[in-house]
């Protein structure tokens, strides 16, 4: 691996955290894109792009713990729930060929990237509400 | 409200693993337009929510060989440090140029995904 190739996956990989750290999602949205860049399949970037999310969260929820923005009882209750629609996902995914999959993925990207233009063009996006 | 939170937990579980994505982009205008939740504290209880579906998501995709812990290392530590510059930033900025940009990214990047 080059240095530019690391330089590259650092500066993202950071960018990824901000994100998730700002909009309180996990940095999946752009780990994905990173790794596929790397040379990893489509498949293959969203299995480790959810491993890559966990040191993301953990900081995160660290730090807004220290906020006093978590509600445990909610975040339990909808991370155990997911579980059930995360096995389902994998069973979806795998099935899926790799170029459908791929163009799902960039759906998903224009659709995020539409929302928070949207939300920029009001008076505040929604971080900034109490 | 428990109802409203399972239908909540099992769009972002699905989204979560489909995609490779945590689910806080389902979690968080969920908490906020189904439970009334104040915009920080949902993104707050979307980031402890998200641990637990990421790590059920590599757990199932481990299992079938598709995680790469090199990469994922790559870019997960130095993003553990980009989300406590985030969230702090969260707390005192309105954040509307940080908006902005990331939407310009995420667009290039779909552009780019659907081109290559």
Redesign the interface.
């Known amino acids: 691996m080059s240095a530019s190739t690391?330089v590259f996956?650092?500066?993202?990989?950071?960018?990824?955290?901000?994100?998730?750290?700002?909009?309180?999602?996990?940095?999946?949205?752009?780990?994905?894109?990173?790794?596929?860049a790397?040379g990893?399949s489509q498949?293959?970037?969203?299995?480790?792009?959810?491993?890559?999310?966990?040191?993301?969260?953990?900081?995160?929820?660290?730090?807004?713990?220290h906020?006093g923005?978590?509600?445990?009882r909610?975040?339990?209750?909808?991370?155990?729930?997911?579980?059930?629609?995360?096995?389902?996902?994998?069973q979806?995914?795998?099935a899926l060929p790799e170029d459908v999959?791929?163009?799902?993925?960039?759906?998903?990207?224009?659709g995020?990237?539409?929302q928070?233009?949207w939300?920029?063009r009001r008076a505040?996006?929604?971080?900034?509400?109490? | 409200m428990a109802l409203k939170l399972l239908l909540i937990g099992l769009v972002a579980g699905l989204f979560s693993t489909v995609f490779g994505v945590g689910g806080g982009i389902v979690i968080v205008p969920l908490l906020i337009l189904l439970l009334g939740f104040g915009s920080k504290v949902a993104t707050g209880t979307s980031l402890a929510a998200i641990g637990i579906t990421a790590l059920a998501g590599t757990i199932l995709y481990a299992f079938e060989g598709h995680v790469d812990v090199a990469h994922a290392t790559l870019v997960g530590l130095p993003a553990a440090a980009g989300a406590i510059v985030g969230t702090g930033v969260q707390q005192r900025v309105s954040g509307r140029a940080l908006t902005l940009a990331f939407a310009g990214l995420l667009a290039s990047l779909a552009v780019w995904l659907l081109v290559a």
């Open positions: 690391v996956a650092v500066s993202l990989g950071f960018a990824a955290g901000l994100l998730a750290g700002f909009f309180g999602v996990g940095g999946g949205i752009l780990f994905v894109p990173t790794l596929v790397l990893l498949l293959d970037a969203e299995a480790t792009s959810l491993l890559a999310i966990l040191p993301t969260v953990a900081a995160g929820t660290w730090r807004q713990r906020y923005n978590v509600r445990w909610t975040a339990l209750a909808l991370g155990v729930v997911s579980i059930a629609g995360a096995a389902a996902g994998v979806i995914a795998t999959l791929r163009r799902f993925f960039a759906v998903l990207l224009l995020v990237a539409a928070l233009a939300r920029s505040a996006p929604y971080p900034s509400q109490p």
